[in-house]
Each structure stands twice: as C-alpha cells, then as structure tokens.
C-alpha cells in the first residue's frame, strides 16, 4: 500500500517551532523531489518547500524562507520540516507529496502524484 504519513502537527504560541516529519512506504522515495504545502482556513492548497532527491537542491515559499527548513534522509524514506518562529499565517493543515519525477522542484500541485493525508499545526496569538 503506499502511504505518506505526516506527523509531528500540534498547537504552537507565536514564535515556537515545530518538526514536521512525512514518511514513505510502499513506494519509490529515492530519485524523487519531495514538497510541503499547506492548505489554512478558507484558502487554496499552497507550495511551501521543496526539495530534490540527492537533498542539496531546496526551495521555498518566500512567506517561510529563513523561517523553515526542508531536509530528507532517503535512508529512512523521510522528509522532514523544521519550522521556526511560527506565526498566526502559518496555520494550516501541512501535507508532504511526491513529485512525478526529480527534474526540478516545482510549486503546482499537479506536479505531484502522491499525498499524505496531512497533519495540522495551530499557532496561537
């Protein structure tokens, strides 16, 4: 069965952090680029950051840049969202997906074949 699992979500104040982490099975994890969107209250699903197979190529919203920090470890089929100093915006259900391939970190959703089921992070005033 393929699965990605998303974890890691929870209720945060205004500056705190929070890890994400989304771990793959039963399916190829290697050899392709991973991303973060989120979707907040009344809004459209958003790309939040990307990043290619190898890990030495990243990319990111510029609402998070220099706040979030996306990593993998292909060892563990994981992919990983360090968030920091969290502000109200950020809240949001965070969903990890696998790209249809490792050419370039793309932002369109429908770059993306295969989602988890999302986790949410709260960040409180």
């Known amino acids: 069965q393929v699965q990605l699992v998303e974890s890691g979500g929870g209720l945060v104040q205004t500056g705190g952090s929070l890890r994400l982490s989304c771990a793959a099975s039963?399916?190829?994890?290697?050899?392709?680029?991973m991303g973060w969107f989120r979707q907040g209250p009344g809004k459209e699903r958003e790309f939040v950051a990307g990043?290619?197979?190898?890990?030495?190529?990243?990319y990111y919203a510029g609402a998070v840049k220099g706040r979030f920090t996306i990593s993998r470890d292909n060892a563990r089929s994981t992919v990983y969202l360090q968030m920091n100093s969290l502000k109200p915006e950020d809240t949001a259900v965070y969903y990890c997906?696998?790209?249809?391939?490792?050419?370039?970190?793309?932002?369109?959703?429908?770059?993306?074949?295969?989602w988890g089921q999302g986790t949410q992070v709260t960040v409180s005033h």
């Open positions: 990043i290619r197979w190898g890990g030495g190529s990243t």
């Open positions: 039963g399916l190829t994890f290697r050899r392709y680029a």
């Open positions: 997906a696998r790209d249809r391939g490792d050419a370039n970190i793309r932002f369109n959703q429908d770059d993306y074949n295969c």
